[in-house]
């Protein structure tokens, strides 16, 4: 049972922000995995190009590229469309893409708040609606497709500083199980994934010196006394998308090594 419980084998999986940090792990999870195709998508071609050719070289499966900005509506249909141009079925949407935002309120601008808003709430919910004919596509009973949100630690805990980031991320955890019932009777599943500290480019700054005093005290303060890796993001994505998590729906899943418990 194990051999086929966790398996991807055969699947079609589109993850946004595949090109850096969580993305790209979890693309690269599916693909080890079993997955058949899986696209990553990002604005800079070149970084996206260069995880795809390295990602296909690591299992039987092809990690394609497909390069678009998910910070506009157009964006999000022209994205759309390319992969309507590829595939007639997806079986897993990852939207993963996302823009950390903060500072103090009183320096918030509008701009800073709708940029935000569009990239981590907007734009995942739009390309979901744009990919629903592709998630349909061979979506059964017994073989559901899945969409992953990403969410994030922020939308549980109390930031001053934080404000539109830890909104948007609230937000698409109040979406989840919305979407999870609307989509309930075409066979698509929907969850979130809320990370806690993990190595990316987007946290880069926190953890690039080792020998920081404050990354160390961060460090100390996770129940778990580290930041999350590819093991504990791509671990829980496959089981989402696999048969090991298929009577999930509707579900966030906090994947933070007990952050939320002590901050
Ligand atoms: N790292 C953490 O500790 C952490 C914790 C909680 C939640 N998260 C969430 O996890 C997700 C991934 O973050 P990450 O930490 O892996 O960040 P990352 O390493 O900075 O990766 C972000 C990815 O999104 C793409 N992207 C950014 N803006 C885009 C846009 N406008 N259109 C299309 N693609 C765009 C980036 O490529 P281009 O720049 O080339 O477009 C890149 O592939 C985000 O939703 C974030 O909020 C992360």
Redesign the pocket.
Known sequence: MLETLFSMRGKVCVV?????????YMAQGFLEAGAERVY?????AD??QAKAEELSAIASGECLPVV????TLE?VEALAARLRDQESFIDVLVN?????TGGPFAQMSADDWDRTMD??LR?PLFLTQALLDLLKGRATVDAPSSVIF?????ASEIYAHVMA?STS?KAVEHLTPQLALAFADEHIRVNAI??????????RGAWQDPEAEAYKAELQRIPAHR??DIHDIAGVAIMLCSRAGAYFTGEVLNVDGGHRLRR
């Open positions: 946004t922000g595949g090109s850096t940090g969580l993305g790209s990553i998508t990002a604005r800079s970084k996206l678009g900005d998910l910070s964006g993963n893409a996302g823009l950390g990239i981590n734009s990403i969410s994030s630690v922020a980031y991320k809320a990370p806690g500290r993990f190595y990316s480019e987007m946290t930041y999350g």
